[in-house]
């Protein structure tokens, strides 16, 4: 995992390495987002605005870069 989409992670929220691995590679299998049962499953406790921070920062780190010619 890089680096960087943690420490944005953890700008926004207090969660474990652990946690926070979970949450990206959730992310990554669904396009970006969280489905609403893995959110109601391994995510209760955050809020609605956390998640959507969360997974933008995902989106953003994962993003795909243009190739440079």
Known sequence: MPSAVKGAIQEIVDLPDRQIDLF????????GKVSARKRENHFAKLT?????????????????KPEVV
């Open 24 to 31: 990206i590679n959730l992310s990554l299998k669904n396009n």
């Open 48 to 64: 609605e605005l956390e998640i959507v921070g969360m997974e933008d920062a995902v989106q953003k780190a994962f993003a795909s």
